[in-house]
């Protein structure tokens, strides 16, 4: 099971971390990634990191403003968005998946777990 927090509320400019705390499988041979949906719209594939935190891959229009990170001591995927847009409001979802290859990385029906979402409004 995956769990997603630290969505909410934030002023255009402004910073949240995502949080995804993993259960029930060895975390370090998981690869990670973000997805977000925003309303009227199709899910978006946000950041990936490859299990043991290798390679990580963004979107491009996240570059430079999030970051994807993991800590296999506690099981859990952050991603880290600073100068946050409007255009980032969605819900942000986790996923996970057993040793991906990198071209995967972005295609959600690699991912065979996904967490609940978590709501990111970002007012301009």
């Known amino acids: 099971q995956l769990q997603a927090s630290g969505g909410g509320l934030v002023q255009a400019g402004g910073s949240l971390r995502l949080s995804c705390t993993a259960s029930?499988?060895?975390?370090?041979?998981?690869?990670l990634g973000w997805f977000r949906r925003a309303p009227g719209k199709e899910r978006e594939f946000v950041a990936a990191?490859?299990?043991?935190?290798?390679?990580?891959v963004y979107t491009d229009s996240v570059k430079g403003r999030f970051t994807i990170s993991r800590d296999n001591a506690k099981s859990t995927v952050y991603l880290q968005m600073n100068s946050l847009e409007p255009e980032d409001t969605a819900v942000y979802y986790c996923?996970?998946?057993?040793?991906?290859?990198?071209?995967?990385?972005?295609?959600?029906?690699?991912?065979?777990?996904w967490g609940q979402g978590t709501q990111v409004t970002v007012s301009s």
């Open positions: 996923a996970a998946s057993p040793r991906l290859i990198y071209s995967s990385l972005g295609v959600p029906s690699s991912y065979a777990y």
């Open positions: 029930g499988r060895t975390f370090s041979g998981l690869a």
């Open positions: 990191i490859r299990e043991r935190g290798g390679t990580t």
